[in-house]
């Protein structure tokens, strides 16, 4: 089952349990996800890949994790809460997402395979490993952890 269906289903029994916050975050993934269809059928393509309807719900829990700092460096807890709470469900509709040391050793693998030894080369190992982790891991996180490894604290 796709993204998208699965999404519809969830609405269904979002709207059965009357979980409000549930079904406001669920739709609005499938509001994004149409908005995207409808703005690639002019190039000829019918509907998003499974690869892009799952970078719409990594753009959308980026968007939460950031406005949950706002809200937390304003002293609004209350807003911070409801968009924990959006985040925790778009994060079931992500892969898992990986450990730590797992990002460690693929970024270490990029690392040596790039030849790169300074933080004057991070962006080609950034790039490479932002292709093979996402979806997997936090942008933010890969970016510190690169810095780190290449020397640049």
């Known amino acids: 089952m796709g993204l998208k269906e699965r999404i519809s289903d969830d609405i269904k029994l979002a709207m059965k349990a009357q979980d409000k916050i549930r079904l406001e975050t669920v739709r609005n993934i499938k509001k994004v996800i149409l908005e995207k269809e409808s703005a690639i059928r002019p190039s000829g393509q019918e509907s998003l890949t499974e690869e892009q309807e799952i970078e719409i719900v990594v753009q959308l829990a980026k968007q939460r994790r950031d406005s949950i700092a706002q809200y937390q460096q304003a002293g609004r807890t209350d ?11 778009l994060e079931e509709y992500l892969p898992k997402q990986l450990s730590d040391d797992e990002i460690s050793q693929i970024i270490e693998t990029i690392i040596s395979q790039t030849g790169a030894t ?4 991070m962006g080609k190992v950034i ?3 932002m292709q093979q982790l996402k979806g997997k891991a936090d942008g933010k996180k890969v970016q510190e952890m690169v810095k780190a490894k290449l020397g640049g604290e």
């Open 118 to 121: 300074s933080t004057q080369e």
């Open 127 to 129: 790039g490479t490993a």
């Open 79 to 89: 807003l911070a809460n409801q968009e924990t709470q959006e985040l925790t469900i």
